[in-house]
């Protein structure tokens, strides 16, 4: 009888290192190109001494080869300050579907006003842009409810000339990948292992889930 369901014996990636290590960049690949990824928004965690934080992002570019992850954030953030002092950034996904997690440790650098931030910027269309063109900063105070726009900003009336304003605001994390940690929840047993792009000797490590 047909079935929608993984069936657990079928999934090249149970027991494969290799197979693993595919499915994970074709998930990312996927996260970035498609919307309906359960993948497509992370959560993205830094910190310095004791304030570490996490926040929801969309996941902009994943490059398997380059070794790295990629979100655009606003330049006024806070998390700016925090990786200029601590470059350790974290990556948690979950595909509800997939039962299957992934825990990405990088080293972030932030690309403000350079090839990669323009590069990205020539792809970030015009309604988008409306969230680089607050007049303060991303959580600084506000009197009462609001946007932090103005109403011609809000209500979409600025020229693309206007919207160029944003790059002013606009940064781009680019993260390389250290080390990825996945675990593949399943009524058979899950399987939990490690990738570790920076031992070349022992990249690949079975876990205990
Ligand atoms: C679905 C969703 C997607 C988001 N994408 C981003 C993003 O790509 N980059 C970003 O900086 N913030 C994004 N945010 C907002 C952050 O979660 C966070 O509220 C904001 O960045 C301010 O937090 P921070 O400056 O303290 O990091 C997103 C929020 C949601 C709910």
Do not use: M
């Given at each position: 009888m047909a079935t929608n369901k993984i069936k657990i014996n079928d999934v090249e990636f149970y027991e494969d290192p290799i197979a693993i290590e595919n499915k994970i960049w074709q998930m990312l690949d996927e996260a970035v190109n498609s919307r309906a990824s359960e993948c497509r928004t992370p959560v993205f965690i830094?910190?310095?001494?004791?304030?570490?934080?996490?926040?929801?992002?969309?996941?902009?570019a994943a490059n398997q080869q380059g070794g790295f992850l990629q979100f655009h954030a606003?330049?006024?953030?806070?998390k700016i300050a925090i990786?200029?002092?601590n470059e350790?950034?974290?990556f948690v996904f979950y595909d509800r579907?997939?039962?299957?997690?992934?825990?990405?440790?990088t080293?972030?650098?932030?690309?403000?006003?350079?090839?990669?931030?323009?590069?990205?910027?020539?792809?970030?269309?015009?309604?988008?842009?409306?969230?680089?063109?607050?007049?303060?900063s991303p959580g600084s105070v506000l009197d009462k409810p609001g946007t932090g726009l103005t109403e011609k900003h809000e209500n979409f009336?600025?020229?693309?000339e206007e919207s160029e304003l944003g790059f002013e605001n606009f940064c781009v994390f680019r993260c390389n990948v250290q080390t990825i940690e996945w675990l593949f929840l399943s009524a058979k047993g899950h399987r939990r292992a490690?990738?570790?792009y920076e031992d070349t000797q022992n990249k690949f490590t079975w876990l205990t889930p």
């Open positions: 830094c910190g310095h001494n004791n304030q570490f934080d996490g926040r929801t992002v969309v996941l902009r606003d330049y006024r953030s806070s990786i200029q002092e350790q950034g974290v579907r997939q039962k299957i997690q992934l825990r990405i440790k080293k972030c650098q932030i690309n403000y006003k350079n090839k990669i931030s323009h590069e990205s910027w020539l792809k970030t269309q015009h309604i988008s842009r409306k969230a680089y063109l607050t007049l303060s009336l600025y020229s693309a490690k990738i570790d």
